[in-house]
């Protein structure tokens, strides 16, 4: 199979064409790959597979998660769904910047979104590249951030689904998580930006005035149009993302209308 692949930015980002995702071998899987990490965000459109089928794409990549907090597929527990608006009851959109469960030891390495129910207008994802935007400081600022520690904790999300009787259970299963401010990524070497205000609480070794001075700067690097590319949704477009490289922020500007998306996310390893 030859695939085609389109640039959407210089930083970011890129379409793949000539797929299909009911049939990847492991050698196409490969290629993909390799295309993944020189864009770290694909976009491959018009694939009505199945549900199991897009299990069975993401575990191409490595082991698959089950998010505990999140909702997730009865039949396939390894897919989170993400929905609001329409007669869903949910205004709740993942419209800050962040990467994938950056709370957890081993945070995902990918992510592969679906669009299920696509709104008329709107609720499109951004995705920044970390990498671009830490190049983007100025010396004195990555003299400042290297080396410092931030801490993740999925209670900022998620403390309001977290049964009071559980408490200690979850947070014995998932504890507080110290991250590098600054990550390397393991495949590629470079390094990116990896705090969000979803779930860092606080930097570790500064008073809370620095420790938000330097989340909100870090924050206005990634959220700077020249580092992104921007995706607009249709029924059965799958955008897969590498969380260890980009950050992510989805438009709530298709409220009321109904938006459904479905997850896998791919197991990954230790930040340093």
Request: hydrophobic share 35%.
């Amino acid at each position: 199979m030859s695939i085609e692949v389109v640039p959407i930015t210089g930083s970011v980002g890129a379409e793949v064409r000539g797929i299909d995702l009911r049939d990847v071998s492991i050698d196409l899987a490969e290629e993909l790959r390799k295309v993944w990490l020189d864009h770290h965000v694909l976009v491959i459109r018009d694939q009505p597979i199945s549900r199991a089928a897009h299990v069975a794409f993401g575990r191409r990549f490595g082991d698959l998660e089950v998010h505990p907090f999140a909702e997730n597929d009865g039949e396939h527990p390894e897919i989170v769904v993400l929905e609001a608006g329409g007669d869903t009851g949910s205004t709740q959109v993942a419209s800050g910047w962040h990467s994938d469960v950056s709370w957890r030891a081993e945070p995902s390495m990918g992510s592969i979104l679906r669009g299920v129910v696509v709104p008329s207008v709107g609720g499109d994802t951004c995705f920044a590249s970390t990498s671009a935007a830490y190049e983007r400081l100025d010396d004195e600022w990555k003299a400042r951030v290297d080396g410092l520690v931030a801490v993740h904790d999925y209670m900022k999300v998620f403390g309001g689904v977290v049964p009071d009787e559980r408490a200690e259970e979850l947070r014995e299963r998932y504890p507080i998580q110290r991250h590098p401010v600054v990550r390397t990524h393991p495949e590629t070497g470079e390094r990116g930006i990896y705090t969000n205000r979803y779930f860092v609480s606080h930097i570790e070794g500064v008073d809370r005035r620095e420790s938000d001075e330097i989340i909100g700067h870090l924050e206005r690097q990634i959220m700077s149009p020249s580092v992104q590319c921007r995706v607009r949704w249709h029924t059965d477009t799958f955008v897969m993302w590498d969380n260890r490289a980009v950050q992510h922020a989805a438009t709530s500007d298709f409220l009321p209308e109904h938006r459904r998306m479905e997850r896998v996310t791919i197991v990954g390893d230790r930040p340093y």
